[in-house]
Structure formats: C-alpha cells, structure tokens
C-alpha cells in the first residue's frame, strides 16, 4: 500500500460495537472485512466507500443488498485455500474412521495398566469400500472426491448446481439429500451459506443417518444446528463428527461440545497454510491495484445488480 501511495489502517474489531467499527471506517475508500459483520446500519455511517474486499470465500456476514443499495462494490477472494480445506476434510475423515484422535485416551490408559487394550476403539473399519456422501462438489468437494477416490471409496455426491459439463468432467453421478443421509458412512459438507442451505444438517436430516455415520464440517458453521448435532452425537444417533467452523468464533467455554468424547474440535484452521496466506494477501492487494487503475473487481459479486441499479437511474 506504502507503494501504492495508499494510507493503509490496520484494525482488530472483531468483537467491537458497531460504533468502533464505525469511526474506524467511516472515511475509507476501501474496506477489507474478514468476521466483523457488515450491517446495513454501518454502511449507512460510511461516507465515501467505493469498493468492500472480503478476506476470504464465504460472506454471510456481509449485507450485500445494503452494499448494492449505496452503490459500492463488493468482492471476495474464492480460490485461495482450496487445497488446503480439501486436506483438512480429508484428515477429519480418516481420523474419525480410523479413531485417531480417541486413540491417544485408549494409548495412556493402556500404558498406564502395562497392557495394550484396543477394546474401546471397536469397531474400526477399513476405509476401502467406505461410502462417502459429499454435498457441495465445487472447487474443494471435488478435491475431496478426487483426493479419496483411489482410496477405494464409495461416492454418494449432492450437488443440484453442478453443470452438466462439470458433472462430466469428474465423471460422476447426482443423488439427492435424502440419499446421502440415508445410506454415508460419512459426510462432509462443502456448500456456501445461504437461505436455502442453513441448518441443512438438522434434527430430521441427522435422524435419518445411520448409527455408525460420522460428519464433518470445514465450511461454515451455521450449515448445521449445533444444538440438534449435540444431542445427536450425546444419544449416540450418530457415532461421531469432526468440526472447523463454529458460531460463535471462538465457542464459548461452557459449550456443550467440550463434554463430548465422539466429537474432533480443530480452530477454524481448514484454511490455513503459510502458501494460502500469502495467497489471500496477494489477492487482495491485486484488486487494491485494480481500484487504483479504474478497473473492475475480480468476483465481482454484485457487479449485475449494480449495472442494474446503473440503467434504472
């Protein structure tokens, strides 16, 4: 930015009231938001915003209506840490089939008695031939699929926004939700946040799981009502579940979670690689240059309704 001639401010507000957020930004061109909620009522205290950069994919704490309203721009950074979630669903799947983190209580227990004793990680099944339901097979749910199928599993893959060509290219066939729930051995979930996908794992859906099913979660947090997962992995409805994404970040300590021995925590890190960092930096930075220059965002993610807005005025 120092190069640009750009005066960058950085800024922790995460947690701050609106009204922090809101002096802080009020006389910024362009704002890069990463979790503080973008409301309607503080765009309406910005003076002279013209472009919103999210850092990151997904944008539910974004208000883009509120955005296109004032005629500003809004862009997101969607194919940065691909890879990376892929890897870290697939590190969830196998330790949740293979018990690898339940493993280490069973370890010091048998150490501790001189003995080895396998008994409480029973049953524990080959992953080969395993049935892997998928729902979400954009840029990382077809990692994921690609990644495992020379593993030897079975694929069960929800995906009603595939294109045919798409759908081609992988060479794989569609079923529906109902399907999945109904006969995975696991399922893991990559799908934006909307309307039609919020608490799309709920207590119906988890109530037509098998017993022996394990979830996990790298997308975002509220695809799931964690509250009807509790009491599923607490009854046993479910035998087990791996976790990214929570809401709020971080869980509260007194979270319902923490007493659970069938369920894997790891801290929103799905993301995270020191090449994916870099990535989003540099992302950023390029539709920072692209401002300056005149130009269009990349993704740019209300560009239709604006040019709209532009025609009807």
């Not at 593993?151 to 009603?160: E, H, M, N, R």
């Not at 989003?280 to 993610?301: C, H, S």
Request: neutral net charge; charged residues 25%.
């Amino acid at each position: 930015m120092k190069e640009f001639g750009i005066k960058f401010c950085p800024y922790q507000l995460k947690f701050a009231p609106e009204d922090e957020i809101a002096a802080a930004s009020a006389d910024a061109d362009i704002i890069v938001v990463n979790m503080v909620p973008i409301t309607a009522s503080l765009v309406a205290k910005w003076h002279k915003c013209a472009l919103v950069i999210r850092h990151g994919i997904g944008y539910d704490n974004v208000d883009v209506p509120a955005l296109t309203a004032r005629g500003i721009r809004f862009a997101n950074i969607p194919d940065y840490c691909p890879q990376e979630v892929a890897e870290q669903a697939i590190a969830l799947i196998f330790a949740l089939g293979r018990k690898v983190v339940y493993s280490r209580k069973v370890f010091d227990d048998s150490s501790r008695n001189g003995r080895w004793d396998f008994t409480p990680l029973e049953p524990m099944h080959q992953m080969k031939g395993q049935t892997l339901g998928i729902i979400g097979c954009g840029r990382i749910g077809s990692r994921v699929y690609r990644g495992l199928y020379n593993f030897g599993f079975k694929f069960l893959i929800c995906d009603p926004y595939l294109s045919p060509r798409r759908k081609e290219e992988l060479g794989i066939e569609l079923v529906d939700h109902e399907t999945v729930y109904l006969s995975a051995d696991f399922i893991t979930l990559h799908t934006p946040l909307n309307d039609e996908t919020r608490h799309l794992i709920n207590e119906k859906s988890l109530g037509m799981m098998k017993r022996s099913a394990y979830l996990v979660n790298t997308a975002r947090a509220a695809l799931i009502n964690y509250d009807a997962l509790y009491q599923a992995l607490k009854s046993g409805q479910i035998a087990g579940a791996a976790l990214d994404v929570f809401h709020p970040e971080p869980p509260p300590p007194d979270s319902p979670l923490f007493t659970l021995d069938n369920v894997i925590l790891t801290p929103h890190i799905s993301w995270y690689s020191v090449e994916a960092g870099w990535e989003i930096r540099r992302r950023i930075v390029e539709q920072i240059e692209r401002f300056r220059e005149g130009l269009p965002p990349l993704n740019w993610i209300n560009e239709k309704e604006l040019n709209r807005q532009e025609v009807h005025t």
